[in-house]
C-alpha cells in the first residue's frame, strides 16, 4: 500500500469513528419524543431493533453472508448478546425518564472503566494504577453530573439504570471477545444480536402488556431514523473504523457521543448545561481515555 492510500485509509477511518459517535449520541433525539407520545422503552427498542433487522437482514442477504451458527454460537449469542446489547439500549433509554439525556449518556459512557475492573476481578488482569486514577475520575465525574447544591442528588432509580446499563455492555464486550461469538463474522455477528434483542424487548413488552401500535407518522419517522441512524449505521461505522484505523483511535474518538447528547439535550430538550456539568463530561471523559490509552501501552 502507498503512503497516499494508506493517509486515505486513516482519514476514512477518522470519518468513520467520527459519524459513529455521533449517530449514536443522536439516540435521545430521536427516542425522547416517541416516549412523551405514551410508547414504553420496551416497545421502543422492539421497534427500533424490528426495522434495523429488516434492513440490516437485506443488506447481509445482498452480500451474500454466511449466517451459519454453532451451537455454542447460539448459546453465546443468546446469554451475552441478548442480555448485553438488548438490555443496555433498553436501560439507557429508561434512564432518560429520570435523569437529562446528555447526562445520561456521559455516565453510561464509561464502560471501559467497568471493563478494567471486570478483567481483574474474573480474567486476573493486573490493574495498573492508571485504572485506580480513572476510578476515581469516573466516581468523580458521575458526582458533579448527578449533584446539584440546589436540588440535591439526581434521581437514584436513573443512576441505577445507566449502572445496569454499563454492567451489560461491559459483559457484551467481554463475551464478544472471550465467547465463541469471536469466530463469528462481525457483521452478521451485529445482526443476531439485534434480532435477539428484538425478541427481548418484544417479550418485555408482551408481558409488561406495554406493546401498542406506533402512535403517528413523527413517531414512526422517529424510530425509522432511529434505527438507520443510532443502529445500523452507527455499528456499520464503527466497524469501519476499527477495520481502517483499529480500536484503540476509534475508541479514542468515542467521546464525540456524550458530547453530542449533551448538545442535543441543551438545544433540543432545554436541559441545563452548566460549569459543573460541562467539567463532570471532561473528567468523564479523561477517565475512558486514560483506559484506552492504558490498553494501547499493554499492548
Known amino acids: 500500500m502507498s503512503a497516499k492510500e494508506a493517509n486515505n485509509k486513516i482519514i476514512r477511518g477518522i470519518i468513520y469513528a ?10 435521545p433525539f430521536f427516542s425522547i419524543p416517541v416516549k412523551a407520545q405514551g410508547m414504553s422503552s420496551e416497545t421502543l427498542m422492539f421497534y427500533r431493533f424490528l426495522i434495523s433487522v429488516i434492513i440490516y437482514g437485506i443488506y447481509l442477504f445482498f452480500r451474500k453472508a454466511n449466517f451459519k451458527l454453532s451451537k455454542n454460537n447460539i448459546r453465546d449469542i443468546i446469554l451475552i ?9 433498553l436501560t439507557l433509554v429508561s434512564s432518560y425518564d429520570y435523569i437529562p439525556s446528555g447526562i445520561g449518556t456521559t455516565i453510561g459512557f464509561q464502560f471501559p472503566v467497568m471493563i478494567s475492573i471486570f478483567m481483574w476481578l474474573f480474567y486476573k488482569e493486573k490493574l495498573q494504577k492508571s485504572i485506580y486514577i480513572s476510578l476515581a475520575l469516573s466516581l468523580l465525574g458521575v458526582f458533579l453530573l448527578s449533584y446539584s447544591p440546589i436540588h440535591g442528588m439526581v434521581s437514584f432509580y436513573g443512576i441505577l439504570l445507566l449502572t445496569i446499563t454499563n454492567l451489560m455492555y461491559s459483559m457484551y464486550i467481554i463475551g464478544v471477545n472471550k465467547s465463541s461469538m469471536k469466530e463469528i463474522d462481525s457483521s452478521v455477528l451485529t445482526f443476531y444480536v439485534i434480532t435477539i434483542s428484538m425478541i427481548l424487548c418484544l417479550s418485555l413488552s408482551i408481558i409488561r402488556g406495554t406493546l401498542i401500535p406506533i ?32 480500536s484503540t483511535i476509534t475508541a479514542l474518538l468515542s467521546p464525540l457521543e456524550p458530547v453530542t447528547a449533551i448538545i442535543i439535550g441543551a438545544i433540543v430538550f432545554n436541559e441545563t448545561v452548566n460549569i459543573q456539568i460541562i467539567t463532570g463530561v471532561i473528567i468523564i471523559i479523561l477517565a475512558v481515555v486514560l483506559i484506552i490509552l492504558n490498553g494501547k501501552n499493554r499492548e
Not at 81 to 89: F, K, Q
Open 81 to 89: 448478546g441478548g442480555m448485553g446489547y438488548g438490555l443496555t439500549g
Open 215 to 246: 402512535p403517528s407518522l413523527m413517531a414512526a419517522r422517529n424510530i425509522l431514523f432511529m434505527s438507520i441512524f443510532s443502529t445500523i449505521i452507527a455499528n456499520l461505522t464503527l466497524i469501519l473504523a476499527i477495520k481502517s484505523i483499529g
Open 18 to 27: 467520527l459519524i459513529s459517535s455521533i449517530t449514536f449520541g443522536l439516540l
